[in-house]
């Protein structure tokens, strides 16, 4: 089993509509949280953090379930720009560094 | 620019060859971490530095990959005797050290390596 796993989709979203999904994560030692988006051919970027309070950024929105073990991305009021992969990102915090460990991600298409 | 940089941003080898690579960190990050992807795969953590300490590396990273970063700036990720499976998009990042951890890492825009 994947440490952390996502849907693959593509998940086809019309633009203006709001999409959601999630990520589950097998390590109960996890301490934070992120999603990082990543276009075709480009490198990952950081889209933001997922707090255990659950976290709004203009449009989107991280929720955070350590008791079942998944986080979500909502996007409301999709853009075409949002078409992309949003990688799901958990990191295990060791005394010396981190080590992100990916999902696989999933694909995002805005339609007009 | 002052984000991350990597060189060459496309290489084209043939098994067997050697390939180095090189990632320029953001000058201030301290931690520096070299990733692989593959198409349909989100990156896989290789290993990562602390300075010029390399502190972990990944089952991922067989005996001939290797690592450095000789003074704590750049890294340079060298694999020797390539094979087709090697074949993959290599991701450097850098982050911060901060008390009680750092965790925002800022890729560069990788180097493709293709084996033929």
């Known amino acids: 089993r994947k440490e952390v796993e996502q849907d693959p989709g593509p998940f086809n979203v019309p633009e203006g509509a709001t999409v959601a999904f999630n990520c589950t994560y097998s390590?109960?030692?996890?301490?934070?949280f992120f999603w990082y988006r990543q276009d075709c051919r480009k490198e990952p970027k950081l889209l933001m953090s997922v707090y255990s309070s659950g976290n709004e950024d203009g449009r989107f929105t991280a929720q955070l379930n350590r008791a079942s073990q998944y986080i979500s991305l909502l996007i409301r009021d999709s853009k075409l720009s949002d078409s992309a992969t949003y990688l799901c990102v958990v990191n295990r915090v060791k005394a010396a560094g981190n080590k992100l460990t990916f999902g696989g991600g999933t694909r995002v298409l805005v339609k007009p | 620019d002052t984000g991350v940089s990597q060189d060459p941003r496309h290489k084209i080898t043939k098994r067997g060859q050697n390939v180095t690579f090189r990632c320029d960190p953001i000058?201030?990050?301290?931690?520096l971490y070299w990733y692989r992807q593959t198409l349909g795969q989100g990156p896989e953590f290789l290993t990562y530095?602390?300075?010029?300490?390399?502190?972990?590396k990944s089952r991922l990273l067989s005996d001939r990959f290797s690592a450095e970063r000789p003074k704590g700036s750049f890294s340079t990720l060298e694999i020797q005797r390539t094979e087709q499976g090697d074949s993959a998009m290599y991701l450097c990042?850098?982050?911060?050290?901060?008390?009680?951890?750092?965790?925002?890492?800022?890729f560069g825009p990788g180097t493709r390596l293709t084996v033929t």
């Open positions: 000058s201030e990050h301290n931690r």
């Open positions: 530095f602390q300075n010029e300490a390399q502190l972990e």
């Open positions: 990042a850098s982050s911060p050290s901060r008390a009680g951890g750092d965790w925002e890492q800022y």
């Open positions: 390590n109960s030692a996890s301490q934070s």
